[in-house]
Nanobody, 116 residues
């Protein structure tokens, strides 16, 4: 079993920055990818960023250059640094871990609001 706990969400002004954290515990060995998705009311979850075991990263065009995913293995924590934020970045952000077995785990989500 894997537990994922997100933190760092909050209110930020347009153009500002925020860093989300995702602390993983439990059976986190042999993971394939760890990443972030976001969701707004009435919409499905949107892919935001992912990092693999070999530290390869991937982003959609909407956040590329502005967002950076990284991880601290010693702390079992993955970070999402969000810069030059826009109102359309407002969403609940979820951390997710996918194992080679096919199992996928999700955190409870953290709210991010970009508004002046």
């Amino acid at each position: 079993q894997v537990q994922l706990v997100e933190s760092g969400g909050g209110l930020v002004q347009p153009g500002g920055a925020l860093r989300l954290s995702c602390n993983a515990s439990g059976s986190i060995f042999s993971f394939n990818t760890i990443g972030w998705y976001r969701q707004t009311p009435g919409k499905g979850r949107e892919f935001v960023a992912q990092i693999t075991q070999s530290d390869s990263t991937n982003y959609p065009g909407s956040v590329k250059v502005r967002f950076t995913i990284s991880r601290d293995n010693a702390k079992n924590t993955v970070y999402l640094q969000m810069n030059n934020m826009k109102p359309e970045d407002t969403a609940v952000y979820y951390c997710t871990l996918a194992k080679y077995s096919g199992a996928v785990y999700w955190g409870q989500g953290t709210q991010v609001t970009v508004s002046s």
